[in-house]
Nanobody, 125 residues
Framework: QVQLVESGGGLVQAGGSLRLSCAVSGRTFNSYAMGWGWFRQAPGKERAFVAA????????YYLDSVKGRFTISRDNAKNTVGLQMNSLKPEDTAVYYC????????????????WGQGTQVTVSS
C-alpha cells in the first residue's frame, strides 16, 4: 500500500503564492516508468490534470493554463512531491490532489493508482 498526504493549501489573494506538499509513505516502487502528478477539482467540475513529473524528476508536464506559474518537483530522499504555485488566479480555486502514476507524464486519471485526500486552495479576487 502507498499513502499520500497533501498539505499546504489555504486562502490566498489573487497574485499570491502557495506551495503544496505531498508526503509519500508505504511500498513505493522506484520504477523509471512511474511518476507523480497533481490534479484539481473545482466546485461543480470534474477532477482535472494539473502537472506531472517522472520518477527521476527529469521530465515535467503541465496543464497549459498553469505553465510558467506552477512548478512540480520531487525529493526522492524525503519522499515528497511538491507543487509551487505562483501568480495564483481565482480560477485556480479547487481541491488539489496528488497521486502516483503507473505511467509518468500521463494526464489520465485511470493511469494513477494511489491518491491523497486532497487539500483546499482558495484564491480570492
Amino acid at each position: 500500500q502507498v499513502q499520500l498526504v497533501e498539505s499546504g493549501g489555504g486562502l490566498v489573494q489573487a497574485g499570491g503564492s502557495l506551495r503544496l506538499s505531498c508526503a509519500v509513505s508505504g511500498r513505493t516502487f522506484n520504477s523509471y516508468a512511474m511518476g507523480w502528478g497533481w490534479f484539481r477539482q473545482a466546485p461543480g467540475k470534474e477532477r482535472a490534470f494539473v502537472a506531472a513529473i517522472s520518477w527521476s524528476g527529469g521530465s515535467t508536464y503541465y496543464l497549459d493554463s498553469v505553465k510558467g506559474r506552477f512548478t512540480i518537483s520531487r525529493d526522492n530522499a524525503k519522499n515528497t512531491v511538491g507543487l509551487q504555485m505562483n501568480s495564483l488566479k481565482p480560477e485556480d480555486t479547487a481541491v488539489y490532489y496528488c497521486a502516483r502514476s503507473r505511467l509518468y507524464g500521463s494526464r489520465r486519471e485511470s493511469d494513477y493508482d494511489y491518491w491523497g485526500q486532497g487539500t483546499q486552495v482558495t484564491v480570492s479576487s
